[in-house]
T-cell receptor, first 118, second 112 residues
């Protein structure tokens, strides 16, 4: 089944304890990205990647790191989580980058990761 | 940057009723997506619809790109249709970044 998977789905942690949220897609997609969703603020992009070893900052990258060593995986790393990173996180992927006009670039989202930082 | 506005913000229906959700966007777009966020928080793809009309069961969508709006129709609504409906369009910056810009959503409640 074609899908984007994220793990863990739920996580409660404490301030300062490094964590990684994994994201994997099995659709051979080039483009992957991370969003966070907060009440009143909507969905905001954290980082994106147009292909292997190509990553760039989105709107709210502070406090996060990413890497894209393989096409299928795009982990989100919180080196020192803080309570303001409590949020619902989504990974997304598409066959082509959004900027390729005329190309098919439907975005598919993972199931989400609910993170609470105490 | 591009602005996306959805209306109405809230909608309460009785099961079996029909509804129309609207999405206006401030600039020309290459594509547009509709999502349903279910009560468990999952974002479900409904339509990828740069222009024209598509139908999927009780749901259909129309995008009129030249007039910068899209409509999502839900017919014979069911309680499982409850949740938040988002439209989203791609945005690009001069720096080369690209992302989906989401509207604030329409919260739909379908009562039995």
């Amino acid at each position: 089944e074609a899908q984007v998977t994220q793990n863990p789905r739920y996580l409660i942690t404490v301030t300062g304890k490094k964590l990684t949220v994994t994201c994997s897609q099995n659709m051979n997609h080039e483009y992957m990205s991370w969003y966070r969703q907060d009440p009143g603020l909507g969905l905001r992009q954290i980082y994106y990647s147009m292909n292997v070893e190509v990553t760039d900052k989105g709107d709210v990258p502070e406090g996060y790191k990413v890497s894209r060593k393989e096409k299928r995986n795009f982990p989100l790393i919180l080196e020192s989580p803080s309570p303001n990173q409590t949020s619902l996180y989504f990974c997304a992927s598409s066959f082509t980058p959004l900027g390729e006009r005329g190309a098919y670039n439907e975005q598919f989202f993972g199931p989400g990761t609910r993170l609470t930082v105490l | 940057g591009i602005q996306v506005e959805q209306s109405p913000p809230d909608l309460i229906l009785q099961e079996g009723a029909n509804s129309t959700l609207r999405c206006n966007f401030s600039d020309s777009v290459n594509n547009l997506q509709w999502f349903h966020q279910n009560p468990w928080g999952q974002l479900i793809n409904l339509f990828y619809i740069p222009s024209g009309t598509k139908q999927n069961g009780r749901l259909s969508a129309t995008t009129v790109a030249t007039e910068r709006y899209s409509l999502l129709y839900i017919s014979s609504s069911q309680t499982t249709d409850s949740g938040v409906y988002f439209c989203a369009v791609p945005a690009y910056t001069q720096g080369g970044s690209e992302k989906l810009v989401f509207g604030k959503g329409t919260k739909l409640t379908v009562n039995p």
